[in-house]
Structure formats: structure tokens, C-alpha cells
């Protein structure tokens, strides 16, 4: 296994991505969301797109009466960062398409050492 330095903690504040390259010319988003750090394949599952590059958004909850009829809409804390592509939405914490919790992006490890940030490929 080998690590991708990503670059040093300090230069990533919360809310924060980057995209990094591998020697193999693969492409991995680094995240870091509330005091932790995430990265997955910059490729979305639907047609390959930059699915790592899109915004990052709370989950959207549908709030619904008693007769199932729509009356707003709510923010859950769940976040989630949306391929500008075709809109896949992935869940940050593992990587999944939240239409099809079957389909996923490739996870990878990401440690912190003497300051930086480092992502095993």
C-alpha cells in the first residue's frame, strides 16, 4: 500500500475538499466534515463524472401530513455532496449513492501524521 500526501492539516479547514491524484492518474476527494476526514474515487458510479466536485449539502427531508400531501421540506444531518454531472447524491460518511444504497464510491483511509494529511491507495 502507498500514501498520497494530501497536504498539511493546517490547510484544511472544516467544510473543506481537495482533490489529489495517485501516481496511477486516478483521482481521490479528500473531505474533512466536522473533525473528520473522508476520501473516495472522484468517479461517480453513473457515468464516471467529477462526483466529488459538487456542492456539499445537509440531507433534504420531504416533511409530509397525515394525508401524505407535501408541506415543506426540512434539513436533516446527514451531509451529502452531489455529482455536478448527473446530481448522483453520495452520503460523506461511507461513500454511498443515497438514491441506491447498493451503489457506492470506492472508499480509502485517510490518517493524519506529524501535521499532514495522508490518504492510503
Request: charged fraction near 25%; hydrophobic fraction near 35%.
Amino acid at each position: 500500500m502507498a500514501e498520497i500526501f494530501v497536504c498539511p492539516q493546517s490547510d484544511m479547514k472544516d467544510g473543506d475538499r481537495m482533490i489529489v491524484r495517485t501516481e496511477a492518474g486516478r483521482e481521490l476527494g479528500v473531505f474533512f466534515h466536522e473533525g473528520a476526514y473522508y476520501s473516495y474515487s472522484n468517479y461517480c458510479v453513473h457515468a464516471g463524472g467529477p462526483a466529488c466536485e459538487g456542492i456539499l449539502i445537509p440531507r433534504v427531508l420531504d416533511l409530509v401530513d397525515e394525508n401524505r400531501r407535501q408541506v415543506g421540506q426540512d434539513f436533516g444531518k446527514e451531509m451529502h455532496f452531489v455529482c455536478p454531472w448527473h446530481g448522483y447524491e453520495y452520503d460523506l460518511k461511507t461513500g454511498e449513492c443515497v438514491g441506491n444504497r447498493k451503489l457506492k464510491l470506492k472508499r480509502y483511509e485517510v490518517v493524519t501524521r506529524d501535521g499532514g494529511i495522508y490518504v492510503i491507495v
